[in-house]
């Protein structure tokens, strides 16, 4: 049992084996421990689905074997890692995208099923779900960043475009989503343009919090649990995002010493997010963990000893 002056990485990893699902210990064993990929990849293979989607409660907040947009967007962050967004898996999802879009080509956040399968009261079921930019810009920014072509991007890349260059009112976990689709985004001088637009907007609204010291100042967003907030290292989870550029480096230290004293006395990370199920409660915290260390990694913060520092995502071209 690591001791109270134990690294936050060996801390960390005490958590994972006491509390995480299969995937989340391989993912934590390849970020840190130099696991190998095909241990990740087996481990996420229970979540596919016969139509190419995944479900089965891959995304915490979506209980039940339905494949849902939440659970792809989940997905192709883990592939993405591991540098395998590619092949006739990729062509299959891509194929279930086409199938599941809405009329505008977009993704909706929620699809309804044949079942009314449990789910976080936040993400409500409605009969024609519209598109949403939450759940459609991760999912093209991943799939722009490892350079896939499909006929189902370009609506839907169209859709982004669209959101993300209007948008005038919006809340955190949008503008996280609008990050991912700039950040990958194969024009690379409009997503500046677009980027620079969104921080302005991001820092006149105060839709994250500049100050952790001060964080009781700062607007809940109209649904979000009390504390719910965002910080600086939330967008830019990485030095070379586009949200890096929306914040002095004071802002952006003051965020990541906010994230490294967030680890809980048990070695895992707290999630903000309402509370409606133990068991997505309890999923949901390995991987606040995990995206807790790589972000510190990211920005050259010490988390302890680890075998390997992996690459950063390929950036696009």
């Given at each position: ?121 936040y993400h409500p079921v409605v009969d024609d779900p519209p598109s949403e930019l939450l759940t459609t810009g991760p999912v093209v ?32 976990y949008e503008i996280q989503a609008a990050v991912d689709f700039l950040d990958g985004a194969p024009d690379r001088s409009r997503a ?126």
């Amino acid at each position: 049992m690591p001791g109270d002056d134990a690294s936050p990485l060996a801390r960390a990893e005490r958590f994972v084996w006491l509390t995480a699902r299969v995937l989340e210990q391989r993912r934590f064993a390849y970020h840190f421990l130099g696991g190998a990929a095909d241990p990740v990849d087996a481990a996420l293979g229970p979540y596919l689905n016969p139509d190419g989607g995944y479900g089965h409660a891959l995304d915490p907040d979506l209980r039940g074997p339905d494949s849902q947009p939440l659970h792809t967007a989940h997905a192709l962050r883990v592939l993405d890692a591991l540098g395998r967004c590619a092949g006739q898996r990729i062509e299959r999802l891509c194929r279930h995208l086409t199938q599941v879009s809405t009329a505008d080509g977009a993704l909706p956040v929620l699809r309804p099923g044949p079942r009314g399968y449990p789910g976080a009261p936040y993400h409500p079921v409605v009969d024609d779900p519209p598109s949403e930019l939450l759940t459609t810009g991760p999912v093209v920014g991943v799939l722009h960043r490892n350079r896939v072509w499909h006929a189902w991007l370009f609506r839907a890349t169209d859709y982004c475009w669209d959101r993300v260059e209007t948008l005038r009112h919006s809340h955190p976990y949008e503008i996280q989503a609008a990050v991912d689709f700039l950040d990958g985004a194969p024009d690379r001088s409009r997503a500046q343009a677009a980027a620079d637009r969104l921080g302005r907007l991001v820092r006149e609204a105060r839709l994250v919090v500049l100050d952790p010291g001060q964080r009781d100042g700062y607007p809940v967003a109209a649904g979000y649990a009390p504390g719910e907030r965002l910080f600086p290292h939330d967008l830019a989870r990485r030095p070379e995002s586009l949200a890096r550029g929306w914040f002095t480096d004071e802002e952006l230290a003051r965020s990541l010493d906010f994230l490294a004293a967030e680890q809980q006395e048990d070695g895992g990370w707290p999630v903000r997010r309402r509370a409606w199920a133990p068991g997505s409660s309890l999923e949901r915290r390995p991987i606040a963990t995990i995206e807790a260390l790589l972000t510190l990694r990211a920005h050259g913060r010490p988390i302890g000893a680890g075998p390997v520092s992996r690459p950063a995502p390929v950036r696009p071209r």
